[in-house]
């Protein structure tokens, strides 16, 4: 380990800015920071996934603003013994919550490179900039979508999602949405399936046509959208006054990862000259992977919605919204005042600039995280890891589908698994209860995180692979931990109510 200088790290007093006094002492702190973080990925398999935090780690964060300088050391010090152990675990290889991605060791290096230079991707002429414009190139080309489509990075696939609906509101309305907003006599309806992303509401709600102008139209049994039904709706609103505006189709829903069929939803649109958006979270870089056929259509889209910190395994956050028109895009947003006017030379000259195409001014280097990973890899990585976490998926699903006491509740959709353990005698009320300590029991163990959700009105185990570094025999311990903690939930149930899970009950008071 690089030793440290402790007295030589004060921070300086301001005078004479930011700066440490001693750029060596600065660097062996630096050096021990990158020694540590190595250290923590490369041991990360032998630690806890998560764990709960002590009541004085939790209580530490409520001290009051420091007014005077503790130093760098210190400062890192406190970071490394308080937040390092007490992170979320996305970086473990057995975490399979909600769904996101394990980050990588390039992308991480990239976020320093990043830091330190510190551009704002707003716009200007400066290679940041082309980093950027390339990698929404790329990611275009991953995707199976034409290059020729502009795009931004966002903070996420919410954002992505948002922008694709903002552009397709302002091409339907044209310049009197930007100068007196939405008209007053014309209501609006997007479509999407029962299992589309809450975001969509969110957006609905932002922009101006309120949650009820989701139209959440019901999925097929494998959940995937009912592209009849969309059109049964679409019909009944056309008959009512209200103007249809887009659909949105999920290539991975985000409970059980259904991709929905995107030629069917493209021709829809098209017969009923609608904005077709693919919300493509986690399954939007399918093409690169095996399973490039389930997303077919995808580059008839009129905006598409990705993620690159999920299955595409970038540091968090990072997503990207592509518009196949580049104007309807600028149009959406585009303000240019006199103190941001683009030059012919010099630094404010630069072909694209970015805040033209989004809410943001100042904008992040988080184009470079992307950048590196894409070359130091190569794209098909990313390919092989999506096929990898896919068969995974599926191996789970086999030895769920043999495990007499554990149940799937849908078919797997890219690699998400959704089961549930079971128990002669126990209601769906019980199950729900039980399923739902359980996935707590194995959390609090830091064995594996995953997390529940509701399916058809029943509590699901979800695991949501995500993670190229879970392994296979990764899986097989979570499965023996769900089905030992699965038996003592139900012999609690059985032996002592009074100690029994809350939420819904036991079985003896149900059955
Ligand atoms: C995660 C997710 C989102 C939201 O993306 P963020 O990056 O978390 O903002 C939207 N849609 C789907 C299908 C998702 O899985």
Redesign the pocket.
Known sequence: MTPVDERALPAPDGSTGLDPDDWDSFRSLAHRVVDDLVDHLATRRDQPVWRPMPDDVRASFDSPLPRAAAGAAEAYAAVSERVVPYSMGNDHPRFWG??MGAGNPVGNLADLVASVLNPNLGGADHAPVLVEQQVVRWCAEAAGYPTSASGLLV???????MVGLAVARSARIGPSLRQVGLPRDRRFAVYASSE??S??RKSCELLGFGASALRTVPVRADFTLDVDAVAAAIAADRAAGIEPLAVVA?A???NTGAVDDLEAVADLCEREHLWFHV?G??GGFLALSGSGDAVRGIERADSV?L?L??WMQAPI?V?LVLVRHEPDHRQAFSVVPDYLAHAQRGIAAGEVWFSEYGLALSRGFRALRVWMAFTAYGADAFGAVMDRTTAQAHRLAGLVDDHPEVERLAPVGCDIVCLRYTAPGLDDAALDAVNHEVVIRVQESGVAIVTDTVLRGVVAVRVAIGNHRTRDDDLDLFLAELVRHGRDVVAGLTTSPASAPSAGGTATDRS
């Not at 903070?155 to 999602?161: D, H, I, P, Q, T």
Request: glycine share 16%; proline share 0%; charged share 20%.
């Open positions: 909600w769904y903070g996420g696939a919410s954002e992505a999602n589309v992303h975001c969509h999920s991975g829903t985000v919300d979270a986690i919605a993620d910190h999920k956050d997503g």
